[in-house]
C-alpha cells in the first residue's frame, strides 16, 4: 500500500473520455518502457492552474493558448456522427444528414465541446442544431455509451472511438467529417519549470504514441 522507494510519481490530468478511450488502453505499453514510474491519472473538465493543481501535465482540449503554460498538439480532432447499427434500420434508418431530425442528437456539455454539433451541421449546409431532439450528457464517455446503447447519434471526436467503429458497436451513418483545425488536444505543462527524467519520457512516449494516429479525413 506505500509508495515503494525506488518509484517516481508522474501526476496527470485528463478529460474522462479522453482517459477511457484513448490514454489508458495504450499505459501497459508505457509501464513496459519505463517501470520505475508510476502515474497518478486525474480526471477533471475545470480549468487547470499549475500554481494551483498539483500536476506536471494535464492534456486539454482548445487552440492551444493556455497562459503561463507550454502546449504540444498531440492528435487531429476530427468529427462525425456516430450511433448504433440498429439506427440504420426501419423506417427511421439514417441515410442522409436531413434525416437526423427524426432523431435525437447526443450533446457532451463541457463548453470544450458545446459547438461540435452546431459546427458539423453548418458544414453540411444545414443551420438548425436548436430545432433538433437532444439529450444532454456531463461527459463524452456518457456521450458514447449513450450511442451505443441506441438513445441517439452522438458527434463523437474520431480518434477516441476508433475500436467501436473497428468492432461494429458503433457506425458513421454519413462520410461526411469535419477537421477542427487548431481546436483539438494538447499536451500542457508549466513554462517555468524544469522538466524532471519522469516528464521527459512521458511526454516522448505520448507524443510518438500519437505520431501514427490516422484517422479518415473525408
Request: charged share 25%; hydrophobic share 40%.
Amino acid at each position: 500500500m506505500r509508495h515503494p522507494a525506488n518509484k517516481s510519481l508522474l501526476k496527470v490530468r485528463a478529460y474522462t473520455a479522453f482517459s477511457l478511450r484513448w490514454l489508458i488502453p495504450r499505459l501497459s505499453d508505457f509501464y513496459a518502457k519505463h517501470k520505475t514510474v508510476e502515474l497518478v491519472l486525474s480526471v477533471s473538465n475545470d480549468a487547470v492552474d499549475f500554481k494551483r493543481d498539483d500536476l506536471d501535465f494535464a492534456i486539454r482540449l482548445g487552440t492551444g493558448d493556455w497562459p503561463s503554460s507550454t502546449a504540444e498538439r498531440l492528435m487531429p480532432n476530427i468529427l462525425a456522427p456516430v450511433c448504433s447499427p440498429a439506427l440504420l434500420k426501419g423506417k427511421s434508418a439514417l441515410k442522409k444528414p436531413d434525416d437526423l431530425k427524426r432523431h435525437v442528437l447526443l450533446q457532451s456539455t463541457p463548453p470544450e465541446r458545446r459547438e461540435d454539433w452546431p459546427d458539423w451541421l453548418r458544414a453540411q449546409g444545414i443551420d438548425q442544431f436548436n430545432r433538433y431532439s437532444h439529450l444532454y450528457f456531463e461527459s463524452s464517455a456518457l456521450t458514447y455509451q449513450a450511442a451505443m446503447e441506441g438513445h441517439g447519434i452522438a458527434m463523437a471526436q474520431l480518434a477516441l472511438i476508433q475500436p467501436d467503429l473497428d468492432a461494429g458497436r458503433l457506425v458513421r451513418p454519413f462520410p461526411g467529417t469535419l477537421d477542427k483545425g487548431a481546436f483539438t488536444y494538447y499536451l500542457i505543462y508549466p513554462s517555468n519549470r524544469r522538466m524532471s527524467t519522469r516528464m521527459k519520457d512521458f511526454k516522448a512516449w505520448l507524443m510518438n504514441a500519437c505520431k501514427d494516429l490516422e484517422l479518415v479525413r473525408k
